[in-house]
């Protein structure tokens, strides 16, 4: 081998060989990476839900009124709310509060205002809906009733919730140890798990027409009524190591 050969030969392997060691840490990453993965992970997903009776009543009562001047119709409609309000004061098991506040100008051909609208609210919230059936009876000479809704209370849910996350548990453990046990593992370990409430899903609330239920002022008898459910879900995800 002469001097030129040895020199040119010395110089491809002194070119190749960075690149043979920059290659070897990024394989032995993957390697180690499969190396990682563990055999027999299952993953496995269970849910509770179930419908939960509505114990809280909302019923929006509402006064219109249009006046020459906003200044005058403002007037009028806090004094009729101040009055449906003065009413519901002292009443048991019932709450009343402030709802909406609106006015607006009403216009002629021209575009020029000729009068002024508004709109005052009062809503009354209860889990006893006998006495506030009878409450909104009692103010049908002040305001008219506009909607009534139906919802569940934080209580009520979250007795629910802890009742259903048992459940969801219950079911996620019968699963990984049936599974586990189709797949020829006589056991199951749990590498991690997720418990997610999804939240409450209302059942289409409970509309109710105003000028109907407004229509005898001097005496409304008292509305009958009844709620309907909330569906309340608990996820529970995760994953096992069968062995």
């Known amino acids: 081998m002469t001097k030129k050969t040895a020199r040119a030969l010395a110089l491809a392997l002194a070119c190749t060989a960075p690149a043979a060691l920059a290659l070897m840490p990024t394989v032995a990453r993957a390697q180690g990476v499969m190396q990682s993965q563990p055999a027999g992970v ?32 403002t007037e009028t409609l806090n004094q009729r709310a101040d009055a449906a309000l003065q009413k519901a004061r002292g009443v048991s098991g019932v709450t009343a509060r402030t709802g909406s506040f609106s006015i607006f100008p009403s216009t002629d051909r021209d575009g020029h205002i000729s009068a002024w609208r508004g709109r005052t609210e009062v809503v009354l919230e209860s889990r006893d809906f006998g006495a506030a059936s009878k409450l909104a009876g009692q103010m049908a000479s002040i305001m008219q009733v506009g909607n009534v809704r139906f919802s569940l209370s934080p209580e009520a849910q979250r007795a629910a919730e802890q ?43 409970m509309m109710m027409s105003a000028r109907a239920m407004g229509a005898d002022a001097k005496g409304m008898a008292p509305m009958s009524l009844e709620g309907g459910t909330s569906t309340v879900t608990v996820n529970v995800s995760g994953s096992v190591q069968m062995k």
Do not use: C, W
């Open 42 to 73: 299952l993953s496995l997903n269970a849910q509770a839900s179930a419908e939960i009776p509505q114990d809280v009543v909302e019923i929006t009562m509402f006064y219109e009124q249009q006046a020459s001047d906003p200044s005058s119709l």
């Open 163 to 205: 009742r259903l996350t048992g459940e969801a548990i219950k079911s996620f453990r019968e699963q990984a140890a049936s599974s586990a046990q189709a797949f020829g593992f006589s056991g199951y370990s749990i590498r991690e798990v997720n418990v997610n409430h999804s939240g409450v899903m209302p059942r289409p609330m």
